[in-house]
């Protein structure tokens, strides 16, 4: 194979040095000629590459990479797009959680009005982004995307860029699938697994292991433990992470049918999460007080001694699924992986243009669905009411209409009354001034 050109957008992000790491040790079976790293934050992405850079020296010598702020020289030519922006940054999502918690309700990144929030500040430059693909990339690229609130970016982006070539991704299972081989004692490229849902709203229905079904044993290990294990997940280990992986065990035993997706503490214990949470200190602050703080600790260590500690950062689920799924899109035989995908039938009683979470066939061919069927009543009455509230922000923002986003949050299962939601949407309107489309 040919040595592939792979734009990471959103070059500045704390994922990037982990994310080429992971390009760079599949060198192998995936060759990369060359890495461009994008980013409108030329001083934040600058710093970051310094250790990308030593990332580079250190695994692929023969790797081209470099930053840009140009969109032509980050695109021209490229055949992979690996998409992972934060609009707003951290101090954007830091408000996101705080407002919603000061009126009492949910505050986090990608569910409740934290995520419909962030989702109105990212659907508009992801369409900018997709439109400079368009025009500059190799016209069989792949855009891979993890930027959030993914279930709404996806949304989104199918209604206004329909036939763009983009993948949305979650690592989430991922990581869940990691933490189920350490229970199961087996390696996790031998679970395979069915899952239906939408993005951090879904629930896994069965789990094989080379074949053998182990669901009713690792429903005995989250009915006691939730998804705690003995090797802690490198991403997902920090005390709140902790915390909702041993929430699992609650969620478990209440609705003991599936296995559920980490995020949906939020909307099934939404009252108990914001009991749990200090209004002053979010998770935004955790992050920058650690995975942020630990990045950038290094880089300036770096400018001062030279020397540079791989420690600092991590590849985790994160870096070796999008590059799995790259090499994949690559390969005739290529492989299995849950991604977001227009549903289309695939779930039989979801509405047709629903963004689902549901296993997937991804090769050369590109993404082929499975059929997953009918789900329960339960179940699709709790994701009707998501699926809805997300239809109504995406909606909202094309028609600049407030009446809809009030329904997208009044909608939204983490929220009580249309007081609250109109509380919150009020606050927020005013916090995302620079950001949000406007709403009349
Ligand atoms: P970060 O703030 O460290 O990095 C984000 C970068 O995006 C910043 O450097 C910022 O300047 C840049 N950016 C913002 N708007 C941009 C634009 N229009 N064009 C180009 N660059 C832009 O954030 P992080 O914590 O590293 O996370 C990055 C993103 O990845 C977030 O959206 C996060 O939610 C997402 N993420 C998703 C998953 C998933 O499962 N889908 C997993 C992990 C992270
Ligand atoms: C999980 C989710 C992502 C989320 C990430 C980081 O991996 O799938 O969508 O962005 O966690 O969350 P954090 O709170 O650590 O920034
Ligand atoms: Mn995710």
Redesign the pocket.
Known sequence: MEGKIITI??G????TPGVVKAILLKKDTFPVKEIRA????EQ??NDVAIIVREVVKATCPECNFFTTTDPETAFKNSDFIFA????G??AMREKDEKISLKHGAVGQ?TCGCGGLAYGLRTIY?MVE?LDMVEKYANPKHWILN???P?AIVALALKKLRPNARIIN????PVAIINGMADILHCASKDIAVNYFGLNHFGWFTDIWVNGDNRFNELKEHVLEHGYLCDVPDEQHWEPSWVHTYGNMKYVMNRFPEYLPNTYLQYYLLSQDIVDDSNPEYTRANE?MDG??KTLFNAINNYKETKVYDDKMFVVGA?GTFIVELAESLCSEKGGRYLLIVKNEGAVANLPDDAMVEIPCYVSLRGVEKTSVGHIPTFHKGLLEQQYASEKCLVEGAIENSYLKVLEAFTLNKTIKSSTQAKAILDEMIEANKEYWPPLK
Do not use: L
Not at 12 to 15: R, V
């Open positions: 957008v959103g500045g992000s704390t994922y994008y980013d409108i934050d934040r992405q992972q922006i934060r609009v940054k951290y990144e430059p982004i993890y930027s959030n993914a991704i979650c690592d989430m992050v995975r942020e994160h």
